[in-house]
């Protein structure tokens, strides 16, 4: 099994327009889109934003018959701390391969805000971590955390800045990943559009000095043509750190497979 992009949008999520069969043009071996699941999302006025289950089974249904990729049902859920209950209900009844799983809003600004420019950067990015680690601790379902440092787009943080202020956050927060054996996403609009691979340099090896083993690579791709975005570069600042494998989730099931 080659890797394949693990963290792709299309029309079901609220910000994008995508179609699946655009992706396809690409002849992955298998395919998985993970569409936005965010409950009172701040960003789109405190709506519920749920991607269409009804719709995505039947789109994949027939596609299956007009494509020899494996097609597979993914979600990206973003939680906020006491929905836990009512994700997991929604989850029992609408089962996935594939579960991102996702910081983005806090129920009352979303991290990407231009209102956290107002803020103190520190109080920021600690009540975005405190919150990454008690959904860690409360929401007990998921594959993969992505983007680590969505918290920390709007501003600008070095290295040596996240080691001094955060270390003790992202070490509780790491150790939890690898008790839950989730993955650690290298996530490409991270490390391009907001020139963050300096902050995957610091976190790969703390998550790696803690036992952690489990990486992805995730495009974020919100239109077809950026799918597989940055693989190469993503894939050679993982061999920096002595990564030459990744995982791919499909259910209960995982594998690894040889970075791209």
Known sequence: MKYYDQHLHTFLSFDSNEQFEN????????FVATDHFDLENSGTGFKDDIPDYHLLTK?????QETTATKLLRGIEIGVVP???????DYLAAHPYDLKLLSIHQNGKFDYMDDRVLTMDKLTVVKTYFDQMLTVLEKFPDGHILTHFEYGLRRFDFTEKELEEHFEKELTAIFKKVIERELAFEVNAKSFGKYQNAHLYRYGIPLYQSLGGKLFTLGSDA???EDYRLLFPEMSQLLKEFDVNQLVVFQGKERFLT???
Do not use: D, W
């Not at 789109?59 to 596609?63: P, Q, S, Y």
């Open 222 to 224: 919100h239109v077809a």
């Open 59 to 63: 789109k994949l249904a027939e596609l």
């Open 82 to 88: 006491g929905q836990e209950q009512k994700i997991m």
């Open 23 to 30: 992706y396809l043009i690409h002849q992955p071996e298998f």
């Open 258 to 260: 040889e970075l791209p």
